[in-house]
Structures are given as structure tokens and as C-alpha cells.
């Protein structure tokens, strides 16, 4: 009985020792990514804010090529920010910036290939994201993922700003598609949800028309 206990002590020590060891390299790590952050990443980001100044200035101008390319001014391009800065904060947004850029520009793979490389943060910009990728779907002609984003962006709106905004885009879709009573619910929605806002003004009518074509069917 004695050695069975001495056993199992041996046995709990060991599996001791292997948590601590686990537990010693996390805290390592841990350390490791905040010492990045704080003498690596943080100042990059500096600089590359910095240098992406005036590219934020040429894209609204709507000067998007030069955006992406040569703002000028010693600026970088987003594109060069991207490259250079990728893995800041600061490379992050020009991601975004670098795919709105493109499909004003009418080049939707790339609009896609860097809207879905964004990592998008806060209330606005991930459903604003949606809809853009949305856009780009639906200039290729890809129903089914355009229709997967543009419900995406309203499930991901819930303020005055982006939820009417992004319900109406997905009704519009919708209807485009021949979906009458979803184009009606989305319309719906923006009816009992959003009722005092600009997107609503005329918001009845979208609903009736939709409702009208969805009893057709």
C-alpha cells in the first residue's frame, strides 16, 4: 500500500512539474508579445501612420490609383504600407482602404482578395466591409456570395447609421433575386427598428411593392 502511494506522490509531482513548465512558457510568451508590441509594433505603427497620410488624403479626393500607388508628398501608397506595415494596425486599415480603392476602380478580385484580408473592428467598419465585399460579389456576378455578405452587414448593423443602411442594400438584393418576401422582411425591419431615420423616409413604399410582387408569386 505504501509503495502504490508513493507511486501516485511520484506520479502527481511529475504532472506538477509538466503544468508548471506549461504554465512558465505561456507566461514567457505572454511576456514575449507585449515586449513586440510595445518596442516593435506600436512604433512601426507610428510610421506608418505617418506615411499613410497622404494616401487617406488622395482617396478623398477620390483619386484612387494614386492612392494606392503615389500620393505624393514623400506619402507611401497603401499598397507600399501593406507591404511594409502589414502586420500593424495601421497595414490593417490600409487593407480596407486598398479594396475600396479597387472596386471604385472596377478591379473586384482585388477589392475582394484585400476587403477579405481586413480584419474589420468596432461598430461601422465590419458592416460597411460586408457590404463593399457584397458590391464586389455582385459585379461578378456571384449571387449567392454577394447576397451571403450583404446578410452578413446586416446582421453585423445595429445603430441608426449602418443597420437601416445595410437592411435596404439586402432588400434591394433580395428583390433583384426575386426573393419578394425577404426583400419585405428586411424592408420590415427598418420599418419597426429604424422608422425615424433618413433610410426610412420612403421605406413603406420599398415594403409594399416587395410585399405586392412576394403575393404574385
Known sequence: MEN????????IDEKKNIIIGILAGLALLVAGYFIYKAFFISPKNKTAADQMF?????FDKDSFQLALNNPGLGGSGFLKIIEN???????????????????????????IKYLED???????????????LGDAYSE?????KALSYYQKAANNADNDLTGPYTLKKL????????????????????????????????????????LIKANKK
Open 118 to 132: 481586413y480584419k474589420p473592428a468596432g461598430e461601422i467598419t465590419p458592416a460597411m466591409t460586408y457590404v463593399a
Open 54 to 58: 497622404q494616401a487617406q488624403f488622395m
Open 171 to 210: 432588400g434591394g438584393f433580395q428583390e433583384k433575386l426575386g426573393k419578394y418576401a425577404d426583400a419585405a422582411n428586411s424592408y420590415k425591419k427598418i420599418m419597426d427598428n429604424y422608422g425615424q431615420t433618413s433610410d426610412a423616409s420612403n421605406i413603406e413604399a420599398f415594403y409594399e411593392r416587395a
Open 140 to 144: 461578378k456576378k456571384n449571387d449567392d
Open 85 to 111: 506595415y502589414g502586420n500593424t494596425p495601421t497595414g490593417n486599415i490600409a487593407k480596407y482602404y486598398a479594396g475600396i480603392s479597387y472596386l471604385q476602380l472596377n478591379d473586384f478580385d482585388k477589392a
Open 4 to 11: 502504490k502511494l508513493n507511486t501516485l506522490r511520484t506520479l
